[in-house]
DNA sequence: ATTAGGG
DNA sequence: CCCTAAT
């Protein structure tokens, strides 16, 4: 028995991206500001439910440990939540690590890194959440009857229960459970699977949904729907749509209650739109806001102590060179690594091949048309890390976690394709080719959920043999996350030239997307995978009401860095020219004189370029870099620069004229 | 949407 | 090249 929470949500559409963006100039202060935006419940996204599961076990947890639980108003039991067979041991649990509160030496509990779980420092001694069995990992492990899961690797997660098809119907059931364990050890593929699998039993699970549902254009979830018309796995997700059960009313009121809360959305979404439209109308990425990604190792440092977060981003001076992420210092964190791991997601052979798969393929059909069919039992949300300050009152934590989850597929999410536990990289096999037919097993099929990117830039979906296909399975280990970039969904409609030029960049820029994979192998150990929640106490007073959630997911799925595009001296030249003519300040005119057709500059990029060829005009040659702009282009940049800034204040005088004293100073020097 | 300037 | 602020 389990969760058996309803999370289908009403019928009518389920809007699920559909955040509303918030203008770019409102983004930094917009944790609060955020906070009016109508928080509808017909923006809850799925992963709204699943935080909204997560938030109503921490409540059962509390609830049931415990009289001092929070928010006690806000009992929403999961009603049978909790197993008989597990009650008792979870009562027990619960009392006994309850009492241990009481003891301030057991405070230290939270020091264990080992143990999974919800982690929060006792840094105060009266802090709110310290006062709930939740406060301390070892507590947490109450979750785990009430999932009624067995967890026997102890991972804990956020499952998604699913159902894919690729029939005409294409239906997508998705069902939540949030599973929480404690790891003792290394994330292994039985344990995760074996909680999916308890969780997914349909009969228990009532929360799939017959409708179909459209997702946004804006995510690319992997509902169902995707019919694969040429064994291609690109160009899916157009028609699928969530739909939101009316049974889920209650759920949604849930979240009404906490409309202050809803403070920080997702700043992941915003500026999706924006963002397309810019690009297409001035070729020129909308600011997004910095999305840094903690490694692991930071992220678990993160929990015993409060850190001063600083950005680490990429300059595009000294780009490549910062990869990780960090967060600000308001408290919350959340993090999100490259995606399933190969190891959690892969099948083991012995073990059967429904057994160890996140995303299972199950079965292939008479196909008549050769149409591969599979279902999804279940996938497994990445990884969220959450931070948060530890007066920060459970209904907060709840709203924070609900928040990050929202965030994370708030930009969309990247599925991976795993062939007997490899990840198939290239796009452009067909399914047979990837030995996938009706005829073969699918038992070797699954999937990986990974933070995505709608729009990564490089969509390697090209072509890329060379990059692609790297199914060298040896190395599970080295994380799927190692190429999520690679995966993209995106439907790459590159429209530039930049394909072959850039295939180089993309590379790098793909780098830069899964920054601490490294690091992350390094941490399957058993406290950083198995933990999806790791809520980690900061010292902020306030803080969590106003939690930027903002950070996080970004990286992926909002915003990818433009890829870099130095400018030719043929540009350079053209720029010159259009100045010298239109002069600094108006570098709209330049954009249309001289790039109208050069769309992948706006005329941000031309103002910045000049600003550069400014500077590398001053300095000695010796100190420039990259393509070396001839001299007499300089020279005229420089004079350029030196006319127009005597003549601010009359630029639109004589254009003629200006254009002719530069040339002279130009050549006279 | 542009412009200006800091990072 | 990104991000903001201010227009």
Redesign the pocket.
């Known amino acids: 028995m389990v969760v058996k929470r309803k999370l289908n949500c009403g019928s009518n559409g389920f809007d699920f991206p559909n955040i509303p963006k918030a203008p770019?100039?409102?983004?930094?202060?917009v944790s609060s500001k955020i906070a009016d935006d109508d928080g509808d419940d017909s923006q809850i996204c799925a992963i709204d439910l699943l935080a909204s599961l997560a938030g109503k076990l921490l409540e059962e947890s509390e609830s049931s440990s415990s009289t001092n639980a929070f928010e006690g108003d806000n009992h929403h039991h999961l009603g049978g939540v909790i197993k008989k067979e597990h009650e008792d041991d979870y009562n027990k649990t619960i009392k006994s690590e309850f009492s241990d509160l009481g003891n301030p030496a057991s405070k230290s509990t939270s020091e264990n890194t080992s143990e999974t779980c919800l982690q929060f420092s006792s840094l105060e001694n009266d802090s709110i959440l310290e006062k709930t069995p939740i406060s301390d990992c070892g507590k947490a492990r109450g979750l785990k009857p009430l999932v009624g899961c067995e967890n026997k690797k102890g991972n804990s997660d956020l499952l998604v229960e699913s159902v894919v098809t690729t029939e005409e119907t294409g239906v997508v059931n998705v069902d939540a459970g949030f599973v929480k364990g404690e790891a003792t050890n290394g994330l292994d593929d039985g344990g995760l699977v074996a909680d999916t699998f308890s969780l997914k039993d349909p009969s228990q699970v009532q929360l799939q949904s017959p409708e179909s549902v459209y997702l946004d254009g804006d995510v690319k979830l992997p509902s169902g729907a995707y019919r694969v018309p040429n064994g291609s796995f690109e160009g899916y997700g157009n028609k699928s749509k969530l739909v939101r059960r009316d049974d889920d009313e209650n759920y949604c009121k849930y979240y009404k209650f906490n409309d202050k809360c809803k403070s920080y959305r997702p700043l992941a979404r915003v500026g999706n739109r924006?963002m397309k439209?810019?690009m297409a109308?001035?070729g020129?990425?909308?600011?997004?806001?910095?999305?840094f990604e903690d490694t692991r190792t930071d992220a678990l440092k993160a929990l015993y102590r409060k850190r001063k977060l600083y950005y680490g981003?990429?300059?595009?001076?000294h780009?490549s060179v910062h990869k990780k992420r960090r967060l600000s210092d308001k408290g919350l964190v959340v993090n999100s690594d490259g995606g399933l791991s190969s190891e959690s997601v892969s099948n083991s052979p012995e073990k059967g091949e429904s057994e160890n798969v996140v995303f299972s393929a199950a079965v292939g059909l008479r196909s008549k048309d050769s149409r591969v069919k599979f279902s999804i039992k279940s996938f497994r949300i990445p990884e969220l890390f959450i931070e948060v300050p530890e007066t920060a009152t459970v209904g907060s934590l709840k709203r924070t976690v609900r928040e990050a989850v929202t965030a994370l597929l708030g930009g969309g999410i990247r599925i991976g394709v795993l062939v007997q536990g490899k990840k198939v990289r290239d796009d452009n096999n067909t399914l047979s080719q990837t030995g996938l037919s009706c005829r073969e097993n699918l038992g070797n099929l699954g999937f990986t959920l990974e933070p995505g990117t709608e729009k990564l830039p490089v969509p390697l979906c090209s072509e890329n043999p060379a990059v692609a296909v790297p199914t060298d399975s040896t190395n599970l280990s080295e994380r799927s996350a190692a190429s999520p970039v690679l995966d993209s969904i995106i439907p790459c409609p590159l429209q530039d030239a930049d394909h072959l030029i850039n295939s180089g960049n993309s590379v790098e820029n793909n780098h830069e997307l899964v920054p601490y994979q490294s690091e992350i192998s390094t941490d399957e150990q058993p406290s950083s995978d198995s933990r999806a929640l790791v809520p980690v106490s900061a010292l902020e007073p306030e803080a969590l009401a106003i939690v930027p959630i903002s950070e996080k997911p970004?990286r992926t799925e909002l915003?990818?860095?433009?890829?870099?595009?130095?400018?030719s001296v043929t540009e350079v030249e053209a720029l010159v020219q259009a100045v010298e003519e239109i002069g600094?300040?108006?570098?709209?005119?330049?954009?249309l004189r001289s790039f109208e057709n050069a769309s992948?500059?706006t005329?941000?990029?031309l103002?910045?370029?000049w600003?550069?060829l400014v500077h590398t005009a001053s300095i000695s040659p010796q100190q420039r870099r990259g393509e070396p702009v001839p001299q007499d282009l300089l020279d005229r940049v420089l004079g350029a620069h030196r006319y127009w800034s005597q003549n601010?204040m009359k630029?639109n005088v004589k254009p003629q004229a200006a254009a002719t004293v530069v040339v002279k100073s130009g050549s006279s020097m």
């Open positions: 770019r100039s409102s983004r930094r202060k924006r439209k810019s109308k001035y020129r990425a909308v600011p997004r806001s910095k999305c981003y990429n300059s595009w001076k780009e970004k915003s990818q860095r433009r890829t870099r595009r130095p400018f600094t300040g108006r570098w709209r005119d330049v954009k992948h500059r005329y941000v990029d103002k910045d370029k600003k550069t601010q630029q």
